[in-house]
């Protein structure tokens, strides 16, 4: 088991135990965001000096890791997702832009949204099988970079979660700001969608 926790000192330190009990080991402590597992690496951004940076452990033994080349040169960005295989991010303050980039692809990553509804204030980024999916202040978005589309997913104000190839839609019926909103949570299998239609 690994996690973040605060030092108290705008600092946190990340701490591993074993699965099968026993002490808890300091692996890393800096100014951090939360900590992401993707692949075989322990991944977040950490500020140095007057920017941020991702950094990555090895979630085998908890020492430095290498990060693939286009991650390793990101600086500034305001969010960070991957599984290991797909690695997105958001980058870019006043015109945000959803970057893309896929292990073993030959281009460079790639603006998979940009100037549109969908990239005001896109936030939350997560992988769920093959698709990225991030929130925004009005909705859910989901795009799959396979065939480069994006759709919206849920009505408005509704959140998505990920885990494997599972997502998870939650959402309101009727006005989500009013008493009378129904909640659901749906858990769609990634792997049993269709591919989004192709833009254009």
């Not at 979630?59 to 990101?74: F, K, N, Q, S, W």
């Not at 295989?85 to 303050?93: I, K, L, R």
Request: proline fraction near 8%.
């Amino acid at each position: 088991m690994v996690w973040a926790q605060g030092t108290g000192t705008g600092k946190a330190t990340v701490f591993a135990a074993p699965a099968g009990g026993g002490h808890a080991r300091a692996w890393h402590t800096g100014v951090l965001d939360t900590p992401f597992a993707a692949g075989g690496l322990l991944v977040w951004r950490e500020a140095e000096g007057a920017h941020t940076r991702p950094a990555a452990l090895s979630l085998r033994d908890g020492r430095p890791a290498a990060l693939p080349a286009p991650v390793a040169a990101l600086r500034d960005i305001r969010a960070l997702v991957s599984d290991g295989g797909t690695w997105a991010w958001v980058e870019g303050e006043t015109e945000p832009r959803l970057m893309v980039w896929r292990a073993g692809e030959a281009r460079p990553p790639w603006a998979a949204v940009t100037s549109s509804p969908a990239a005001d204030g896109m936030d939350q980024l997560r992988i769920a099988g093959r698709l990225v999916t991030w929130r925004t202040p009005e909705t859910s978005y989901a795009l799959d970079p396979g065939v480069g589309s994006y759709a919206r997913i849920t009505p408005p104000y509704g959140y998505t979660a990920a885990d494997g190839n599972a997502l998870v839609l939650a959402y309101s019926l009727g006005n989500a700001k009013t008493a009378g909103a129904r909640a659901v949570i749906q858990v769609v299998d990634v792997a049993r969608l269709p591919a989004l239609p192709r833009c254009g």
